[in-house]
């Protein structure tokens, strides 16, 4: 079984029952989209291409892009850090050529706390709330690569469940990598634990 090429995701992303949270017989709403990790610029390229044709009147869908490590940065940067830093990024910065176990230690914790995964839930809902004529069945999730060692995809999934909406919208996930059996390989070499109830997107 193949990955969708990229016309056929998109045209999978244009079907009004797809576009559907509850659409078939699938309780879960994670979607996972692999690729080379050498394409993930012309795949990040390709999201924004998505999210233009998506918003068109012919399929008046807005879709809310997440690069994750982004949005951890964003999320580090309103946190404050003791008397001398009013954001948690900036000491990152500063402190970034210690490169200690503690410190590594530290940004895992953090990007695995439910803090994070409650930003990241914040950011859903209030767009997918919006009240126009747009539709909004989608969020894509990448930087799944910039974010590695701090956070895994498994990791994410799971952590994320408690205040996952499945019934609203569907996440589809964009992978640099590939499934092996029962587990997904980050870059096509490091093992990312199991799949979790993901949904691939593949060629059946």
Known sequence: MMPLTIPELYQKLCEPSFQNPQFGDLFYNFFIYQ???NEEYAIREQIVDFKEKL??????????????????????????????????????????????????????????????????????????????????PYVFVYGIGSIYPYLRTSEFQAKYEQFNKTDQYKVILFYPGYQDGSRYKLFGILDDQHTYRAIPLINA
């Open 35 to 37: 690729y080379p990790a």
């Open 55 to 136: 918003v068109r009147p012919v399929n008046n869908i807005d879709v809310l892009t997440l690069n994750l490590f982004e949005e951890f940065c964003q999320f580090l940067d309103h946190q404050p850090f003791g008397r001398k830093y009013t954001s948690y990024l900036q000491y990152v910065m500063e402190k970034e050529a210690q490169n200690s176990e503690a410190f590594l230690s530290t940004l895992k914790q953090k990007a695995s706390s439910e803090h994070f995964f409650r930003f990241i839930h914040e950011r859903i809902m209030s767009h997918i709330t919006i009240q126009d004529e747009l539709h909004r």
